[in-house]
Structure formats: structure tokens, C-alpha cells
């Protein structure tokens, strides 16, 4: 066994010893839960107007195998590492003026490390700042008025989203040990951290609950995404690579890359002025409803409530993403261009032009001219959509005997536009994705990340069953769980099947848990077809798999 993984596993068993083996007058704090709604400060005496205020934080402790080619803190090819960070620590705050004028603010920080995440004074040479200092910013900001049970509105700064259930998933109350990135469809790209500014409203028609949503996104940086300026107009027509110092995209940290030479690979488009974002997303109960007085959707009631619905949605933005493409089938080369037979031939098959052999060593006039005369940009609306289904069955009377099951189930059809793919990891460790000296990369990239979303397909599934209070006494409840989830991107030449599991001990429900869980990250190797016109289309393929142990230590009152 591995050194850092014996200290991770040595943490965890030394952990569970010091708590099983406490006093018995000290279990009893680990009976239950008597928090329910946060500390509270009412402003009049019918208690109808009050400020309300929640805390939390989620500390990871986690064993990770690293991506083929990963530069940590200056050492290259790190196969393997151990850290404690910052998952979420945030600050909740929830007014309600009257009955009908409600205020809702989050502040917090988010995934900091010991080397990435941070604020701090400190830049290195390849642009990263250090994990120190991280900046605490506004999460949520906005402010909602109802009219009647049918229909409420707001605005701000919202959580408040279409799609499905887990793009709206409270952070409080995970099933799993953290909501699967999939429904967040814009994590970080456009949005803020799964938030934007627009206009929202919600209601409730008899058992029908639905939130409609108009945002404008945030812009995306054009260094990120490889429209035009900061770079030169032969990086602009792809005639050269556009790339930051230490041979890395702008966008990388935010899994979000440069324009490959190839035809149709789409990427966002960072010039979508006044193109709103439109979401819209419905549920229906069967059994008990569901509360929508925030935006925030449960997770696991731990047997609290008998739930069942089914929901749908979607999330559309017209000219969200862009592509290269064929100005004609038949290639041109330009007056004073100067080919070889070999390079014309490439060429004439229907290979992009940068990707012809020798293209580099052409002036960069040539370059330009040949770019321009055969290569478009295309827009294209970024268009997803999604069913999904919620049950929380509580099994058994109320008290120390009853137990629970909690499962979800959810399939998204995405549109980014032609083979678009986005490798994501949550707190990556890795400094820059290449150094000099480093191995060949994976398509996944550096450091934890694996393809996340992409142009076409997710089924995602989840459950996990609660233990009675009754079988463990004074030491919590105990909470296993499984996730399943495939995947299957058009640009990827196969699917990836995730099986991921773990346990929640629950010292008092979710307001005070600890969470073990383990990951087995699909590997894909580098695109290696050279079929002219298919450049960066062919040979991705899953060739490993990198684990990773996660404990969390979480705690909101």
C-alpha cells in the first residue's frame, strides 16, 4: 500500500477509534439532531418577520491517484497525492420583510488547497496564484415577491435554475458525498459558480411545482475560448497555437481550452451580448410536497418525509457555442500561398489546413491567407434537456426504528455543438497542465479531471439506504449509498461507465456527518486520428482508471 494512502486510511481508523471509544456521557451528543432552521432573530411579535442565519463548512480529506503527466508544486509526473482543503465554508443569511418580500444572500469560499485556490499575493511563472489568501465572495444575492401560491418573482444574483433536480441541489443535504457535476451544465464557464443575474419565477399549481428562469450569463474571457484579441491575428485564424506561458490554454483551470486546429470541435463563444439564458424546470409529487421557498432541492430527507416525483427541464441560450467549419467542400489555396504536391494533396482530402504537414514552417502571411480562405466560424444555441425522479420512502414508525431509502435518477441530453467536451475535477491540485519533462497527457488532462460534460448523453442514478437509529444507539446513524453513471460523448470513441460508493455516519443527520467515498476515474488516452478532416476526433479511448478516497468532515447549524 502506498505511503499516502496508509496515512489517509490511519487518519480515518484513528478518527472512528477516538469517537467509538468516547465516554458514554459524551455519545449522547451523537444521538440526533435537534437543529432544524438556524439561529433565527424574529422582528415582530407574530413572528412573521425574521432574519435568519445558517453556517457550514465541508473539509475534504482525500487520497488521490493523479492523471498521466501531472505537475504538482514543481514536480512533474506526480502519480499520486494526499491533502486536507476547503470544500465549501459559507455564511447564509434569509430575511423575510412580510409574508410575501423575502432576501436571500450567501457568502462563502470554495475549493482551496495547499497549492491551488487561493487569492494570494504570490504568482508563479505560469500564471497560477498560490492556495493562500482565497477570496470570500457573494454566492447569492436577490430578492423574491409573491403575489400568490401560483406565482412568486425574483432577482439577482440566483441559484435559482432550470434543467433538473441536482442543478439545483442544496449543498446541505447530499445524498452522496457531493452532487455529480453534470447538472451544473455551465459550472464556472458562464455562470458563477452554478449562479448568474436575471429574473426567476416560481409557483405551485396543485400537486405541479415549476421555476422558470431568464439570465444573462457571465462573459467568458476571449483568452479562454480562442476568439480574437489578446492574440494575433494568425492565432486568431488558427495559423498559431494560442497558448499562455507554460504551453497551457487560458481557460485550462476552468477545463475550458483554446480552439483546436480541427474542424467542428465547438467551444463557448465568449460574444453572446444579450443572448439570454433560458431555464425552465418542473416537478410533480405524487405523496408530499416538496418546499420551493428556496431554491434549493433535497438531497436525502433521511427519512423525514415520503416523497415522490417525477421533473423535466431545460436550459437553451442561442449562439452560446462556436465552431470551425468548411467555408466550401472544395479547398482553395490563395494567390502568392506556396504549397508542395505533397502538402496540396493533404489539402484536397480535406485536411484542416494547419493540421498539413509542414503548415509551421510556412511565412505566416501564407499561414493567414490559407486559414482565411478555407476555414469559418460558426455559431451554434447550446440546447439541453433532461428527465429526472425523486423518492424518499421512509420504512417503519417514527423513532429509534425507522429506517429509510433515498434514490434519484436522471438523463440529460446535451448540445454544445459539434464533439464538445469538457474535462472537469473538483479542487485540482495540478499547478499547469504540462512542464517541461512531463509524460504525454491523457485526454482528461492534468491532475484529478476526467471528461464531464459534452455533446451528447448522461444517465445518472443514486441511492442509498439508512440504517435505524435503533442498531447503533448512541453513535449516529449509518447511511451507505451507490451512484451509477454512463456517459456517452459523440466526440469520445466510447462511453464511460462510473460506479462510485460510500457511507455517510450521521452524528446528528445531516447537521453534523462524515462521509468516506471512493471514485475510480475514467482514464481516456489522446486523440490520435490522423484522418483529414476528422483532426482530434479519433482514438479516445479508456485505457486506465485513477481512485480516489475522499473523507469529508461536515458540520451546519
Known amino acids: 500500500m502506498s505511503s499516502p494512502l496508509r496515512h489517509v486510511l490511519l487518519g480515518i481508523l484513528l478518527l472512528g477509534s477516538a469517537l467509538f471509544c468516547s465516554p458514554a456521557s459524551a455519545q449522547g451528543y451523537w444521538a440526533g439532531s435537534n437543529y432544524k432552521n438556524g439561529l433565527r432573530l424574529y422582528l415582530n411579535k407574530d413572528s412573521t418577520s425574521f432574519i435568519r442565519l445558517l453556517m457550514w463548512s465541508q473539509i475534504w480529506m482525500r487520497w488521490q491517484q493523479q492523471n498521466p503527466g501531472t505537475s504538482i508544486s514543481g514536480n512533474n509526473n506526480v502519480p499520486q497525492t494526499w491533502d486536507v482543503g476547503i470544500r465549501r465554508s459559507r455564511i447564509l443569511m434569509h430575511g423575510q420583510l412580510t409574508p410575501r418580500i423575502l432576501v436571500f444572500w450567501i457568502i462563502g469560499a470554495n475549493n482551496q488547497t495547499f497549492n491551488t ?38 432577482a439577482g444574483l440566483l441559484t435559482w435554475s432550470g434543467l433538473s433536480r441536482l442543478s439545483n441541489a442544496a449543498t446541505l443535504n447530499f445524498l452522496t458525498l457531493d ?48 476568439w480574437t484579441t489578446p492574440y494575433t491575428q494568425a492565432q486568431r485564424t488558427g495559423a498559431s497555437p494560442m497558448t499562455t506561458l507554460a504551453g497551457r ?35 410533480y409529487d405524487f405523496f408530499e410536497q416538496e418546499s420551493q421557498t428556496l ?37 482553395t489555396i490563395p494567390a502568392g500561398v506556396s504549397l508542395t504536391a505533397a502538402q496540396t494533396s493533404e489539402l484536397q482530402a480535406g485536411r484542416y489546413p494547419a493540421a498539413i504537414t509542414g503548415f509551421s514552417s510556412l511565412p505566416e502571411n501564407q499561414r493567414i491567407a490559407l486559414q482565411t480562405a478555407n476555414v469559418d466560424t460558426t455559431v451554434t444555441a447550446m440546447k439541453h434537456f433532461a428527465l429526472d425522479s425523486f423518492l424518499e420512502l421512509p420504512l417503519g414508525p417514527e423513532g429509534e426504528n425507522r429506517s429509510s431509502i433515498t434514490a434519484y435518477a436522471a438523463h440529460y ?108 476515474r475514467p482514464i481516456y488516452s489522446a486523440a490520435t486520428n490522423d484522418v483529414p478532416g476528422q483532426e482530434g476526433l479519433g482514438g479516445m479511448r479508456i485505457t486506465d482508471r485513477k481512485s480516489e478516497i475522499i473523507t469529508q468532515f461536515f458540520i451546519f447549524f
Not at 461 to 477: C, D, E, K, L, N
Open 413 to 520: 441530453w446535451f448540445n454544445y455543438g459539434p464533439n464538445f467536451v469538457r474535462n472537469a475535477g473538483t479542487m485540482n491540485l495540478a499547478s499547469a497542465p504540462t512542464q517541461p519533462g512531463s509524460q504525454p497527457q491523457a485526454f482528461n488532462g492534468a491532475g484529478n479531471t476526467y471528461p464531464t460534460w459534452g455533446t451528447g448523453s448522461v444517465f445518472h442514478v443514486q441511492a442509498g439506504y439508512m440504517f435505524p437509529r435503533a442498531w447503533t444507539r448512541s453513535f449516529g446513524q449509518f447511511q451507505p449509498y451507490v451512484s451509477y453513471s454512463r456517459a456517452n460523448f459523440e466526440r469520445l470513441n466510447q462511453p464511460y461507465n462510473l460506479l462510485e460508493g460510500g457511507l455517510n455516519w450521521l452524528l446528528a443527520g445531516h447537521n453534523a456527518k462524515i462521509t468516506v467515498h471512493y471514485r475510480p
Open 295 to 331: 431554491p434549493f432541492m433535497v438531497g436525502s430527507y433521511l427519512g423525514t418525509k415520503k416523497v415522490f416525483n417525477i421533473g423535466g427541464g431545460f436550459m437553451i441560450q442561442p449562439d452560446a457555442m462556436w465552431h470551425r467549419s468548411r467555408i466550401s467542400a472544395t479547398p
Open 179 to 226: 452532487s455529480p457535476l453534470y447538472g451544473w451544465a455551465l459550472l464556472d464557464a458562464n455562470d458563477q459558480f452554478a449562479r448568474t443575474f436575471g429574473l426567476y419565477a416560481k409557483g405551485e399549481i396543485g400537486k405541479l411545482s415549476y421555476r422558470a428562469v431568464l439570465t444573462k450569463p457571465f462573459t467568458i474571457p476571449e483568452a479562454a475560448t480562442g
Open 117 to 154: 485556490g487561493g487569492g494570494g499575493l504570490l504568482t508563479g511563472p505560469d500564471g497560477v496564484t498560490d492556495g493562500k489568501r482565497q477570496s470570500v465572495f457573494v454566492h447569492d444575492a436577490w430578492t423574491e415577491f409573491k403575489a400568490s401560491r401560483a406565482f412568486s418573482f425574483g
Open 249 to 283: 490554454g487560458a481557460g485550462w483551470a476552468a477545463g475550458l481550452t483554446a480552439l483546436p486546429n480541427a474542424y467542428n470541435i465547438s467551444q463557448y463563444n465568449s460574444r453572446t451580448l444579450n443572448k439570454p439564458l433560458y431555464q425552465l424546470y418542473a416537478t
